[in-house]
Every structure is written in structure tokens, then in C-alpha cells.
């Protein structure tokens, strides 16, 4: 295993599905490798690479990196080298077929118990291959425990994560195997 190096498998609660990730420290920053199994046995590769200061650097999706998205020094955002100007701000990718992209805010934040804070994500949706920016709250609840906040929404969903920031369980969604 690579130092630094952390591996989860994640079930689906809300339906079939898997989703089997590591984490790493890499070139400088962070590495977040996974591969999300769907209901109907999609595999769906994914890796996401941030800088030293925890913010997204660049995204791959895809066997044959069928969408790439990368988030320049100066905050602009691109999918597949076409510039999202609507996204700009951003810090963060949020994927929606995986728990793993909270764990980059979450370790980025470094909140105490009782703080909050408020980023940009952007979410990609995956039906129609567009980015859409995301206002989200983080407030860490506890040592292990943070609500996350859709602005947007106003839903909030409650995950339990480990030492490491990574995802233990997002009730009715995800629950954490190893």
C-alpha cells in the first residue's frame, strides 16, 4: 500500500449498487481513485486529483476518461476543454454517485465541533454532462459527525466520517464495508 494510502468499500442503502475507493497523498496533494457500481451494474471509473491546499485540481471519469474536468489556479472551471464560466468560485467536485468527494472539503475545512462553513462545489450531473455550481454548509456536528446543508434545497443529509475525513455512512444512502 502506498503511504498515506487508505481503501474503503462503500454498499448502497437505498439500492444495489458499490462503490470501492482509495485515497492517497499524491504529487503534492491528494489522489482519490474509485470505480461506483449502479443498480444496473454500471461500472463508472473515477479519479479526482487535488492540490497541496485541498481543492480540486482535476477530475477524470469515465474507463477511457470520457469526461475530464479540470479547476485552473485562477478558480475557472473546464469540461473536456470547454471553459464552464458559470462555475467559476468553485473549490470543490461533487459527484453525486459517491460519498468520496465530501472527504476533500471535509479535510480541506478542518472545522472544530461546533463550526461551520459555507463552499462552492461543482456538481456534476452525470445525465446530462454539465456543471452546475452548489452552495453547500458544512457544520461539524461532532468529532465524527458533519450535516451538510444544499442551500439551494435547504436538504441536509448527516454522514459519520473516520479519522481521515473519509465517509463512514451517509444514512439511507451509503454505509462504509472496510
Same mark, same amino acid.
Request: proline share 3%; hydrophobic share 35%.
Given at each position: 500500500? &502506498? $503511504?498515506?494510502?487508505?481503501? +474503503?468499500?462503500?454498499?448502497?442503502?437505498?439500492? @444495489?449498487?458499490?462503490?470501492?475507493?482509495?485515497?492517497?497523498?499524491? *504529487?503534492?496533494?491528494?489522489?482519490?481513485?474509485?470505480?461506483? /457500481?449502479?443498480?444496473?451494474?454500471?461500472?463508472?471509473?473515477?479519479? &479526482?486529483?487535488?492540490?497541496?491546499?485541498? !481543492?480540486?485540481?482535476?477530475? =477524470?471519469?469515465?474507463? @477511457?476518461? =470520457?469526461?475530464?474536468?479540470?479547476?485552473? @489556479?485562477?478558480?475557472?472551471?473546464?469540461?473536456?476543454?470547454?471553459?464552464?464560466?458559470? +462555475?467559476?468560485?468553485? !473549490?470543490?467536485?461533487?459527484?453525486?454517485?459517491?460519498?468520496?468527494?465530501? /472527504?476533500?472539503?471535509?479535510?480541506?475545512?478542518?472545522?472544530? /465541533?461546533?463550526?461551520?462553513? *459555507?463552499? +462552492? $462545489?461543482?456538481?456534476?450531473?452525470?445525465?446530462?454532462? %454539465?456543471?452546475?455550481?452548489?452552495?453547500?454548509?458544512?457544520? =461539524? +456536528?461532532?468529532?465524527?459527525?458533519?450535516?451538510? *446543508?444544499?442551500? *439551494? !434545497?435547504?436538504? !441536509?443529509? =448527516?454522514?459519520?466520517?473516520?479519522?481521515?475525513?473519509?465517509? %463512514?455512512? %451517509?444514512?439511507?444512502?451509503? &454505509?462504509?464495508?472496510?
Amino acid at each position: 500500500m &502506498i $503511504a498515506g494510502a487508505h481503501a +474503503i468499500l462503500w454498499l448502497r442503502e437505498d439500492g @444495489k449498487g458499490n462503490d470501492a475507493c482509495r485515497f492517497a497523498n499524491a *504529487e503534492g496533494g491528494y489522489l482519490i481513485d474509485g470505480s461506483s /457500481t449502479d443498480v444496473d451494474g454500471t461500472v463508472l471509473r473515477y479519479r &479526482i486529483r487535488a492540490r497541496a491546499d485541498g !481543492t480540486t485540481r482535476r477530475v =477524470r471519469i469515465g474507463r @477511457k476518461s =470520457r469526461l475530464n474536468l479540470r479547476h485552473k @489556479k485562477d478558480g475557472s472551471w473546464t469540461l473536456n476543454d470547454a471553459p464552464m464560466p458559470g +462555475i467559476q468560485g468553485a !473549490t470543490d467536485i461533487l459527484l453525486d454517485f459517491t460519498p468520496a468527494s465530501f /472527504t476533500l472539503p471535509i479535510r480541506r475545512l478542518a472545522l472544530d /465541533t461546533g463550526a461551520q462553513s *459555507e463552499i +462552492i $462545489a461543482a456538481r456534476l450531473d452525470m445525465a446530462t454532462e %454539465q456543471l452546475t455550481p452548489l452552495h453547500l454548509v458544512f457544520r =461539524r +456536528i461532532s468529532e465524527d459527525t458533519y450535516e451538510v *446543508e444544499t442551500v *439551494e !434545497t435547504g436538504t !441536509t443529509t =448527516r454522514i459519520s466520517v473516520n479519522d481521515h475525513g473519509i465517509v %463512514q455512512s %451517509q444514512p439511507g444512502q451509503w &454505509i462504509a464495508q472496510a
